[in-house]
């Protein structure tokens, strides 16, 4: 079976040198004018960082923690994406709040106790954003006041959740800070920070 395939060449390390491990490349810096795919995490590139709606807040927050983001996709077996939890939903005032009028600990409360289900979850269309520049994207999270918007995508009558826009990731993008209490108030604030 494997005897049309030549094995390669391999080599040893050095004893004495130094052998540093490959790091993560930097995403690659865009303008507003850049495509909004440029910007979106794409499921179907990279696996969606999700949890199980039963997960402890101490799990979700930590699985953030270590794969570098501050939303999750909360999902349950055949249904799927039943909502989304934010890191501010999780380290927020919800989850006390939720606990004192239980009377239960802060540690009883679950994922799908405080995350957004999904028929409040607004979602942008993929068709739209194929033809969408990243300006677009920054105009939508600033009127809408977020720091994510999801992206489904319509196949065969459904709707699959397709990616994700997250501001943390455009401004890092970008080089500018966009947090939306420093939002600027207009385009041209933002291409001036831009140095345009």
Known sequence: MYDEYASLRWFTLEPAARVPVARVSPPPRVTLDSPALSVMTDFSQVPAATVERDASLEMANDFMRRRGVRALLVVDGDLGVIGIVTTTDVLGEKPIKLALERGVERNDVQVADIMTPRDLIELLSYSEIRQARVGHIVATLKQAGRQ?????????????????????????????????????????????ALGH
């Open 148 to 192: 994510h918007f999801l992206v489904g995508e319509h196949l065969a009558g459904a709707v699959r959740v397709r990616g994700i826009f997250s501001l943390s990731q455009i401004a890092r993008q970008l080089g500018v800070d966009l947090q939306p209490a420093s939002f600027a108030h207009t385009f041209a604030e933002i291409e001036a």
